[in-house]
């Protein structure tokens, strides 16, 4: 009989993993035997996931608590359980979907139930992602019509602006003492210096 692990999931550090943890306590799993990452399901790129599967070997067993926290983009999900479960040769056995249990797949009936249930979920999982983010995209977007601005505030520009510019370009003034009167980074000057050159052109 192989080893058995454990795989949990969650999407940011401030995330809570203890009750995916509790449930692989109760399938019989120590924390030894349990990998944890703290990093969005969009992709494979986890450090504690690849560690996982530099460890399993033919005839292991992995416990995830559900098909989400293995991932949530429907073609990688596909792509891995097929790696898991047929190039490296291990069972899994997602605890809130027996269906998606491999070990009761052997026969063809059972193996064909399991994928088709696995297509189901993966592609739900990643619809919702979808969705998720069409929905961030359209709140963001009604925000901008209602005025709301996003990133760091303008940095606002002196009273005496073009009186500085004028000194600095006498030389009257170093480029250092014409950030600190204007409290803006080199860029920031630069742009506003810009922009009213612009207006003075038009």
């Known amino acids: 009989m192989g080893n058995e692990y454990g795989y949990v999931r969650v ?3 401030e995330q809570n993993e203890d009750r995916q943890m509790i449930a692989l306590k109760k399938a019989g799993l120590s924390v030894s035997q349990i990998f944890v990452d703290k990093q969005s399901g969009k992709d494979f790129h986890r450090i504690n996931y690849k560690k996982l599967v530099s460890k399993l070997q033919e005839g292991d067993l992995l416990y995830i608590t559900s098909i989400d926290r293995l991932g949530r983009n ?7 359980w097929r790696i898991l479960t047929k190039e490296i040769g291990i069972d899994i056995c997602v605890l809130d979907m027996p269906l998606l249990d491999t070990r009761n797949g052997n026969d063809l009936m059972g ?7 696995l297509q189901i979920l993966s592609f739900v999982a990643e619809n919702e992602r979808e969705n998720i983010r069409k929905r961030q995209e359209q709140g963001i977007a009604a925000a901008k019509k209602r005025g709301v601005r996003f990133g760091r505030p303008e940095v606002a520009v002196p009273v005496d602006f073009n009186y500085i510019i004028k000194r600095w370009e006498c030389g009257n003034l170093t480029m250092d003492e014409v950030l600190k009167k204007c409290k803006m ?4 000057f630069y742009r506003r210096l810009r922009e009213i050159r612009f207006k003075q052109g038009n």
């Open 74 to 80: 429907y073609v990688e999900v596909q792509n891995q």
């Open 111 to 117: 193996t064909f139930i399991a994928d088709l249930v």
């Open 185 to 188: 980074s080199r860029s920031t």
């Open 11 to 13: 999407s940011s550090i």
